[in-house]
């Protein structure tokens, strides 16, 4: 994979209909740059979700709707072009009014997403994990809704409805909204911080278009593992900032160690090997274009491939 994906937006959103339709686990985990989704790819997984809470740390920012529309477009985009796989964003609540959140689908549609999911709260928003949300009422989230799915130009782009109701109005109320938002048109339903699998199972027997299911961690919901969440009858397992908890955990135990010791080589055995990084990033095909490029040799065993 040389430089770009080879594969065109349309297949992506295709291809990410067709395997949510499959009835089979979808286990998707959050980058934390466009490399991480390339390694994402590599391990075999099979979709990339770009988390709201992810972009804002990345800026140094707290994910209370400070980012934009433009700037969470413009790193999409950057990760779409060095993955094959099918990537759905966080939009968070759209970034405005209904004709905002239009305008949020046609951008995140252009930075060639499978998907993107809206949510119904307020600004500003928070972590769906966290106490003091506010919510819409339900009629303006489905304008929203309705104002997406208006502006989608491409029937396969994935529009997913999140609601934040559970831990503000309850289950019912919770489910009750869900129904509504597939009745705008949302194509699949991200119902957030359920806190037990009785309420997975109350979502799931009341809503029939595919579920998501958020197992962020030190949040409200149980880190519930594939196979409970396959027979729960659940389509997609979301580890939005699971990548970015491990690598900053990392990195700061790094830092810590090359402050305390004075070198980096105690830490040789937990880092990626250059010839790891050569191999993710492809390195050696970029001798098709110029075999001046990986005409080095790495000390031996740390040769990509070797
Ligand atoms: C899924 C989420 O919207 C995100 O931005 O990744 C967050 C995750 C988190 O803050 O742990 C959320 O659940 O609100
Ligand atoms: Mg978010």
Same mark, same amino acid.
């Given at each position: ?221 149980? +880190? +519930? ?82």
């Amino acid at each position: 994979m040389v430089l770009h994906t080879r594969t065109t937006p349309a297949e992506r959103r295709r291809a990410f209909r067709e395997r949510l339709g499959s009835g089979r686990l979808l286990r998707m985990p959050g980058a934390v740059n466009p490399l991480s989704a390339r390694l994402i790819q590599d391990t075999g997984f099979e979709a990339v979700y770009l988390s709201g809470a992810v972009l804002a740390a990345d800026l140094g920012l707290p994910d209370i709707g400070l980012t934009t529309s433009t700037e969470i477009a413009a790193r999409a985009q950057q990760t779409t072009r060095v993955t094959d796989l099918p990537v759905l964003i966080d939009a968070d609540t759209g970034f405005g009014e209904p004709m905002n959140a239009a305008r949020t689908v046609q951008l995140m549609e252009d930075a060639g997403l499978a998907g993107l999911h809206l949510e119904d709260q307020v600004n500003p928003k928070r972590c769906g994990h966290l106490d003091g949300k506010t919510i819409t009422p339900r009629e303006e989230m489905a304008r929203r809704i309705r104002g997406a799915v208006d502006a989608r130009r491409d029937p396969d782009f994935l529009l997913m409805a999140r609601t934040d109701a559970r831990s503000v109005e309850g289950l019912d109320a919770a489910i009750a909204r869900a129904k509504a938002y597939v009745d705008a048109g949302a194509d699949a339903i991200f119902p957030e911080a359920l806190t037990d699998v009785s309420e997975y199972e109350a979502f799931r027997q009341a809503v029939d278009v595919p579920l998501l299911a958020n197992l962020t961690e030190f949040g409200k919901t149980p +880190l +519930l593992d594939a196979a409970t969440l396959e027979n729960l009858g659940y389509d997609i397992a979301l580890y939005p900032v699971t990548l970015l908890r491990l690598a900053m955990g990392a990195v700061e135990d790094g830092l810590r160690a090359i402050a305390a010791e004075g070198t980096q080589e105690s830490l040789l055995p937990r880092m990626q090997t250059r010839s790891r990084l050569y191999e993710l990033l492809d390195y050696e095909a970029y001798s098709a274009f110029d075999s001046a490029v990986f005409d080095f040799t790495l000390p031996p065993g740390n040769r990509p491939g070797t």
